[in-house]
């Protein structure tokens, strides 16, 4: 009887116990405030990766150009609006310089470098827009070199705000803010005004839009401006939060494609559901994998392994929805 006891003692003292911060966030003393936080987290980099994904899937939808370079008009709209509030310390004058910066840059690549390759296949187009990578990340080693440009948040939004009873950095409130009324603005653009009509008719049939007068040369290079504008805002956006460096919109590139396979091609509204959803798994993944892999695994492997298994759930996500809707969530509506 003694020796039973003894041996269900060490069996008991070699079992695993759960991680104490299992039942804090997943028990009945769940902790609401990160909960709230990290929802908040995944809304904002939903956000900016939206107004990246929007200009994105308009030049993919609208002209049927791959266009690799778009997150270097990201990097480039970072380093610009970084430069001009070093120098004028304007947060406002910063996202207008961003902003028509990067504008005037994509009409002016889409007009000299890029439109001869509308008529080719995607593979040229691919190769013509990666060379443009290379080129944008020397230029910014050039120009400011290959230490990390820092960009701070402005004074009026430099505190926290209380939010679903969680105190929250403002700075991040005015993101997705901003990033919301670019979404609402973007909207009534293409279903509420003329242009947006001769873009959703282009998205069509862009030969019979030709013939019937308009110029269709100028909606391009109108439509390529106004993708490489928003990758600018979302620049300028992200430079307090992120560290500016050369080849800061590679990583990006790869978020932004997943989200508008997800979403849907073409589509913008896909374009922004798809956003919400890779921010929030990607940021909620982020924190609760790990917790959960403690429980079969050791602490020092859940760690390490848990970040990147939640960093591939947008990959697999994005394969369910490939295998089950290959259009993507929200197709484009013609």
Known sequence: MGGWALRRQAAHVGERRPDPAFFLLFGKSMTWNLLVIQALNGLQYGVLLFLLAAGLTLVLGVMNFVNLAHGSLYMLGAYIAAAVFARSNSFILAGLAAV???????????????????????????????????FFNEAVRIIWGQSPVYMAAPDAFSGTIDLLGSSYPSYRVLVIVVGLMMGGGLYLLIHHTRVGMLIRAGATNAQMVS????????????????????????????????????????????????????????????????????????????????????????????????????????????????????????????
């Open 100 to 134: 028509l910066g990067t504008l005037l840059i994509g009409a002016i690549i889409e007009r000299t470098t890029l439109r001869t390759f509308y008529a080719r296949g995607h593979l040229d187009q691919v190769l013509a827009t990666f060379g443009l990578i290379l």
């Open 211 to 334: 013939v019937l007068g308009v110029d269709i040369q100028f909606l391009n290079t109108l439509l390529f401006g106004l993708g490489a504008a928003m990758a600018g805002l979302s620049g300028m956006m992200a430079a307090p939060i992120f560290a500016v460096q050369p080849g800061m919109g590679d990583n990006v590139l790869i978020a932004i494609i997943v989200v508008i396979v997800i979403g849907g091609i073409g589509s913008v509204r896909g374009a922004f559901y798809g956003a919400l959803i890779v921010g929030v798994v990607d940021t909620v993944g982020r924190i609760y994998l790990p917790l959960l892999l403690r429980q079969v695994a050791e602490r020092t492997i859940a760690d390490a392994a848990g970040p990147a298994l939640a960093s591939m759930l947008i990959y697999l996500f994005m394969a369910v929805v490939l295998a089950v809707r290959p259009q993507g969530l929200f197709p484009a509506r013609r």
